[in-house]
């Protein structure tokens, strides 16, 4: 008899224990669970939807974890940005939105956050655990990684940037003069002041 773990109780919803003999049932199940909890309220912005983001971020942690620990399961888990958002509740673009607009506590948890999720991939393509061609793919999609092989084309040019001539430099070179009696600019004559 296979032992029974008792999954957790996360804050969200409580997924079901993993069957070893499929390699996604833990996201699936996950999923599922988040999907029929349905979307929470937005994290708002502020000191306490903070603090819910970051504990059920620490939850999405835990809950990889406790996945991975069972003996009974042949392919573990590797934390994801949209695993993580699945487990949040969230879009990936939501959390990119958090990111971005969101005070320095939000910034710098999240990309805390995204450094922890790239340090494991990271390991495990070190290891050859996970495709390094898969690792580069997520680390430059979703980690703000390049690949130093990658080039940009810029026009650029090493001449001065050539101020265009004012209306007045135009007129003048022109050799117009304005005529008052004609109210309009007429041909300089030889000789004539020009102002």
Sequence with gaps: MKNEIKPKEYKRFTPKP??????????????????????????ADTGDGL????????????????????PDIDKKLVPDIEALCTF???????LL??????????????????????????ELAYHMQI????AMFDLSNNHGYVNT???????ISDKTPVKPPTIEQQISDAGLVWNNEKGEFVPAIEGEFKE
């Design 131 to 134: 495709p390094p061609v898969i």
């Design 18 to 43: 993993i069957d070893a003999d499929n390699t996604l049932d833990a996201v699936l199940s996950m999923t599922i669970d988040s999907l029929k909890t349905g979307r929470p309220p937005a994290y």
């Design 88 to 94: 949040l509740g969230i879009t990936r673009r939501t």
């Design 51 to 70: 603090e819910e983001f970051k504990q059920t971020t620490i939850d999405y942690f835990q809950y990889v974890r406790d996945t991975n620990a069972s």
């Design 149 to 155: 092989s990658e080039f940009k084309i810029e026009a």
């Design 97 to 122: 939105t958090y990111e971005q607009q969101r005070d320095s506590s939000w910034q710098d948890f999240i990309k805390q956050t995204k450094n922890a999720i790239a340090a494991c991939k990271k």
